[in-house]
């Protein structure tokens, strides 16, 4: 159709590194900064992005709100230690009712 | 057939012979250890490519049921004072129970959510072991004295012979297990989940029986690691362990014992592959020099792209370079696995032992087993009684819509039993959706179907199929990796009683079975005109003989009711007659059909009655000459046909 797909495909990930780019402007005053310290949100990040199905960017923003208050109430409640637990376990879950995410359309199967 | 059976099962005795011939000559207790831990990996390995490599799914759990395995076993000496066979055994259950509790949500998923899940679960039992220091000891780690088998304390070297031991038994069921009908539905699911269901293989749990049974290997492994190194920390069992696994099974080749066993001796190598650096220029150069090899004759041959040649050689390349270049290797490790991976994933696919193996089958030229005669048409396809003409299948006041669109409006028609029955109808008339609720593939709106006056399950494939109607797709959705006749045998499974029962089948009694299952998948090859390319992979069959094959796959359910989507769509001319005639074949052995078609002169050709659909609805019904003749089918159908005789009948999907 006369649209490069490689340049639009280049352009989507440089959006998409200029949003982390973003969050890891705003994180850095609240965390230690380091080489490592992608490893804990990366897991965290997809995991709201499938979860929120991956689609949806009004979903993200709702369940990123959501996952946050949760390990927040859960690290008071239980135990710093077990402060993301119920996040994991309601990620498993919430894709077992779901696959598509919460706010994902659902997939009709062609045959 | 001797030499074959003498080629691998000798190389597979000689390998654990002289394994455990090795403490007798080599008094070194380093050696010894390291050997345990390739026996324990082994297990543990074999375990995962159930799931990566047959199931092909990322696994990234396997770690945390190393641990949980480890922890089950050292807290049942610990605090149970259980001996060794009874820790071995409450680990390898929970591996399993664990194992299906996860499957369950789980396999649900595909791909990345599925990759996504079992990490969670990987985070979960390493936070869980951590935090649950009154039992675990937490971070402190937790201490476990070696437990006596049935009462003798083991020494190290006896020791070793006990993992040897274990990892031949799971070898040997493993290997009972994969080449019966679970190992090929394990293939069949990851080829075409829909149309596994639909042959009544149920694909759900398959897949979770067989995830299971990969999580309790790595129990079991666990409860050796724990018996082995007596100190476990939840810190073993992170995240990292599971993508070093991961590479193992992908280095060594997937669907492989012996690439889960050349990916366990690299992960019980690696961390001296490390911290030893002769070794690991030997075995960065060794790497260098394979994937120049590989990329070279797969250059001259042309079997490869030259990305596929040159990435390799690059990043071997540079493991070697940057081995001379570094002083200590173990800071870099994560690069170093990293440029592992990239290049065995992009130069050998399919894993070194499957390289291996295509380079040792040309090399010694091994035959395979010869397949045995058919077995008569009449035990594989048994006639069925003349038909009365009675109602078979009935559709009542059937709908389906898909938001706003009705696909299926309100149908209710009556399929004859022995009957051909047709349904055309021009493009997006309905007859696919029709089909597909049917089938079971889509729940419909509201309505019903009746098979014999008692309702079909609706919504799933693999009842329906289970209840005696048996389908073909119009998109093929063959079994491509599986051969002709592998696919035919997919469908076949039901008619044996042993290859269902998973004992039995690890136990290998199986294999009689197999042996029939073999003689009557050719009986039906045969009757569709294939048995002569019943070695070819699926994929690798022409256009028309897969078409022949869905047939011949279909039949194999022994069904009441067959429908068929579009069977000539397509198709040249000869093959097009060949088809006509297979499906004549099928139907004078009393197998009632549902036939959807785009070619008028097929349908004139074969049916007895025709239902004519356009919008969803019926517009016309009776049999093919009275149909062509009602105006409103000529012009909702007909002109269109005669517009254009040779439209794409594939259009439409």
């Known amino acids: 159709m006369g649209i490069s797909a490689t340049r639009t495909v280049m352009l989507s990930y440089g959006l998409s590194g200029m949003v982390a780019a973003l969050a890891g402007i705003l994180v850095s005053p609240i965390t230690t900064v380091g080489p490592t310290m992608a490893s804990a949100l990366v897991l965290k990040a997809f995991s709201v992005a499938v979860v929120a199905g991956l689609e949806s960017g009004f979903g993200v923003v709702i369940v990123g709100v959501f996952l946050g208050a949760l390990e927040s109430i859960a690290s008071y409640q239980l135990g710093s230690g077990w402060r993301e637990a119920p996040g994991l376990v309601l990620l498993i879950l919430a894709l077992a009712v779901r696959p598509t995410g919460v706010f994902g359309k659902a997939v009709i199967r062609k045959v | 057939m001797w030499k074959r059976l003498l080629l691998i099962r000798g190389a597979e005795l000689l390998m654990f012979a002289l394994l455990a011939a090795v403490p007798l000559t080599v008094h ?117 004295t070696r437990p006596p088998l049935f009462g003798h304390p083991l020494d190290p070297r006896q020791f070793y012979w006990l993992c040897m031991a274990l990892l031949a038994l799971v070898w040997l069921a493993m290997r009972n297990l994969l080449a019966s009908q679970w190992g090929r539905a394990f293939e069949a699911l990851r080829d075409s989940p829909i149309a596994t269901d639909a042959m009544g293989v149920g694909t759900y749990r398959h897949k979770v029986a067989g995830f299971a049974l990969g999580s309790g290997l790595g129990g079991l492994a666990g409860a050796l690691y724990a018996f082995n190194f007596q100190y476990l920390q939840p810190q073993t069992f992170v995240y990292e362990l599971t993508v070093i696994l991961l590479l193992g099974v992908v280095l060594g080749g997937r669907k492989s014992l012996w690439g889960a066993f050349v990916g366990a001796s690299l992960v019980a190598l690696l961390p001296n592959l490390l911290s030893n650096k002769l070794l690991f220029e030997t075995i960065s150069g060794l790497g260098l020099a394979l994937a120049l090899f590989a990329g070279v004759r797969g250059l001259l041959r042309k079997t490869i792209r030259p990305f596929q040649a040159i990435a390799p050689i690059l990043a071997t390349g540079l493991l070697v370079g940057g081995g001379l270049a570094v002083r200590n290797t173990e800071d870099w490790r994560k690069a170093i696995f990293a440029l592992m991976l990239f290049s065995v994933v992009v130069g050998l696919p399919e894993g070194l032992m ?98 014999h006056g008692a309702p079909l399950p609706q919504g799933s494939l693999f009842k329906t199929a289970r209840a005696g109607v048996a389908r073909t797709f119009q998109n093929l959705q063959l079994f491509s990796g599986l051969t002709a006749l592998e696919n035919v045998m997919v469908a076949l499974r039901d008619n044996y009683r042993r290859s269902r029962s998973l004992p039995l089948v690890l136990l290998g009694l199986g294999r009689p079975e197999e042996k029939r299952a073999q003689a009557d998948a050719l009986a039906l090859l045969e009757f569709v005109g294939l048995a002569d390319q019943a070695r070819t992979p699926a994929r690798d069959l022409t256009y028309g003989a897969q078409r022949f094959l869905e047939i011949a796959r279909a039949t194999a359910r022994r069904p009441e009711v067959l429908i068929l989507d579009e069977p000539a769509a397509g198709l040249a001319h000869p093959d097009l007659l060949r088809q006509m005639e297979i499906i004549k074949k099928v139907h004078s052995r009393g197998v009632t059909i549902l036939l959807i078609e785009h070619h008028m002169d097929v349908v004139s050709g074969l049916c007895d009655a025709v239902t004519v659909l356009d919008g969803g609805r019926i517009i016309a019904e009776g049999t093919p000459t009275e149909v062509k003749r009602q105006p409103k089918v000529i012009e909702a159908y007909l002109g269109e046909v005669e517009a254009g005789p040779a439209a794409p009948a594939g259009a439409e999907s």
């Open chain 2, 28 to 144: 070194n207790a380093y050696v010894l250890g390291l050997l345990t831990l390739l026996a324990i990996y082994g297990i543990l390995l074999i375990g995962l490519d159930v799931s990566v490599g047959y199931l092909g799914q990322v696994n990234l759990a396997q770690a945390a049921f190393l641990g949980l395995g480890a922890y089950t076993a050292g807290l049942c000496v610990e605090r149970l004072g259980c001996g060794m066979l009874l820790a071995a055994l409450a680990a390898l259950a929970v591996g399993v129970i664990l194992g299906a509790l996860l499957a369950l949500p789980a396999l649900r998923l595909e791909g990345p959510q599925f990759a996504l899940a079992t990490l969670s679960f990987t985070a979960l039992t390493v936070l869980t072991l951590n935090e649950l220091e009154w039992l675990t000891g937490g971070a402190q780690g937790l201490s476990i």
């Open chain 2, 354 to 451: 499957g390289f291996a193996a295509k380079f040792l089958s040309q090399l010694f030229r091994i035959p395979q087993a010869p397949l045995p005669a058919p077995s008569p048409l009449d035990e594989v396809l048994p006639a069925r009684p003349e038909a009365t003409g009675g109602p078979l299948l009935e559709l009542r006041d059937l709908k389906r819509h898909f938001g706003g669109v009705k696909a299926v409006d309100g149908i209710s028609m009556t399929v004859r039993a022995g009957q051909i029955h047709g349904l055309i109808g021009p493009n997006g008339s309905g007859k696919s959706t029709l089909v597909n609720v049917i089938s079971g593939l889509y729940t419909p709106t509201s309505g019903q179907v009746l098979l």
